[in-house]
């Protein structure tokens, strides 16, 4: 169900990628593509990475604030920074972003060796954090999908940033280095791709769900980047070694091309997969000798909510209400919830579950019991 949070969390997302790819490729590029380029233009890689850093770092730690405050109580940061999965994955990954951010300084003398690995493992929050956390062959997948993205995308975008004012020698090397890197990032990229849509999607009609939709814009977007890297790669190249162009003007437009793809994927990953067998959005309307209860039960990023209204027979809100209970279990594990009106007899109840998947769910009314099957996605 569409609400007021989330945009908010479809933001943070794509801030978090745009934030992580622009502080990697800075730091592929500066290492393994192009360190004369690099050495000739530190200043503006340190800006794109020093962005890149804050970005990630202010998605992360905003994020975690924010679903605090989406169940209630900002006070709860801590205990789901310290106590949840999720939380723990945040704070592993404010510790690689320090990590790569002192890699940057130039100071440890095998960075070259120790770069991949905090890469790697900053990846692999993304990777658990997502959609990829339901099984482990999607969360390899979307490893590998993020990870090719970086090396070709992130060493895009810093080429695009420090190519202007570069000689033109050591764009060219560059620029060779990265359109034969392009060919086994791509098809890394298309193999991990097709294998998480084919995981995630029931069924190939893509406008029957908002991810499906979201997913074809992200294609779109795709397809016209790798259109322009075929065009570099057969046309402006061969071209631009013989000095026939001048100008990198169509690389820029690569690189903002792939700045959208950042940002849908952005919106893509906050995006509820398509249920297979149970709903995420349950209507209730429940008639009892007190009142009617009217709300609706839905999932949204991991967080199980219950909106509820206990009206009268002409449909008005009655003055006050009772305590309502709702709890939600999978497996070994249960969690649950009772609350008051927070505004005469209308409520709103929100559980942090641990894992996606169906979840067994009840709403214990007074003198009544509602049973539901919900769809839990992250």
Known sequence: MPHEHEVAQSVLRAGLYLGVFWLLGSGIFARYLSPQAARRQRWRLWYMLSLGFLLALGASLYGAYHLAWMLGDPGLMGAYLLETTQGRLVLLRLGLLLGLLWLALGRFRWDRWLYPWLATGLLFTLALSGHAAASPGQVLADLLHLGAGVVWGGALLALALVGPGTPREVVLKALERL?????????LLSLAGAYLAWARLPSL???ASAYGQRLLLKLALVALVLGLAAFHRWWFLPRYRAGRVLGLGTLGLEAALLVGVLLVSGFLATTPLPAPAASRLIQIAEATPEGHWVGQLYSQAGIIHLYMDWRDDQGGLLSSGPTIVLKARQEDFERTEAAQPFYRSQY???????????WEVTVDLPGRRLAYTLWVSR
Request: glycine letters at 18%; a neutral charge.
């Open 348 to 358: 709103h109840l929100a559980l942090l579950v641990p894992k996606p998947g169906l």
């Open 205 to 207: 009609d893509l406008l």
């Open 179 to 187: 359109s034969a890197l392009g060919l086994g990032m791509v098809g």
